[in-house]
């Protein structure tokens, strides 16, 4: 698989297997992906892989969590700004709905995609969960060169036939997250990410986001060809 076919087939995968994947796979991915670029060669990132039952141990407490206190509010960041403008707003409307529609469930059924929206809190399924954390004395740069690492990860992944999700939807649980990693006082959980083969048949990974163009985010200047 060359990289554009990596790009190409790479979705977010919502549905997993239950198939183990082993220690040595997720090293060697994470040994490839350190290859990432940083400015400076930092290497700011950090990962915490979790399976078997540290995985099941963490779903457990993030799940007693929210069934205490549904409505905390742990996250660190604002995963979104407060009010999306356009054409933020459309695109992130587009890519849920088509999903739902994927799953049969309609806009009216909140409790149905409230219940999807946990899924997240089990990895989908994956057998296998990554966290990423950051120095908090770090800036924006070194946030970037984090997602970096993340998309090569998840294009290595691809290129050995298994899958992803990225989630920041752990950041919503930040502190259970944190406490349960042990993290000290300057690391902070920027994402989690499901990893484990994909359920093809589930419908919900039948799901295709579309792009914008490329004139909609790229200016050209000075070609001569
Ligand atoms: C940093 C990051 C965090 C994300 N967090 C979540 C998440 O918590 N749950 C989820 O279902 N999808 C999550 N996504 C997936 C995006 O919704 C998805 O990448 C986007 O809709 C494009 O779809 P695609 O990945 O299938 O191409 C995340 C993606 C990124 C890059």
Known sequence: MNVTDAIASRISTRAFLDKPVAEKTVREILEVAARAPSGGNLQPWKVYALAGAARDDL??????????????????????????????????????????????????????????LMRN??????????????DRRFDKGQWAHLGMFMQTIALIVQERGLATCMQEAWQTRAKTVSGFLGLCEDEQ?????????????????????????????????????
Request: aromatic residues 16%.
């Open 189 to 225: 959980l920027y994402c989690g990410m499901a990893l484990g083969y994909a359920n093809l048949d589930a419908p919900v990974n039948a799901t295709r986001s579309d792009r914008a163009d490329v004139d909609e985010f790229a200016i050209f200047k000075g070609f001569k060809e």
């Open 59 to 116: 779903v457990a407490r993030v799940k007693r969590a929210i069934a205490e206190n549904p409505f905390a509010k742990e996250s660190e960041f604002a995963i979104y700004p407060e009010k999306l403008w356009e054409p933020y707003r459309t695109r992130r409307f587009e890519v849920g709905e088509a999903m739902y529609q994927r799953l049969g469930i309609p806009r009216d059924d909140k409790p149905a995609r409230l219940a999807h």
């Open 121 to 134: 809190f089990d990895f989908f399924g994956a057998p296998v969960g990554l966290f990423f954390t950051l």
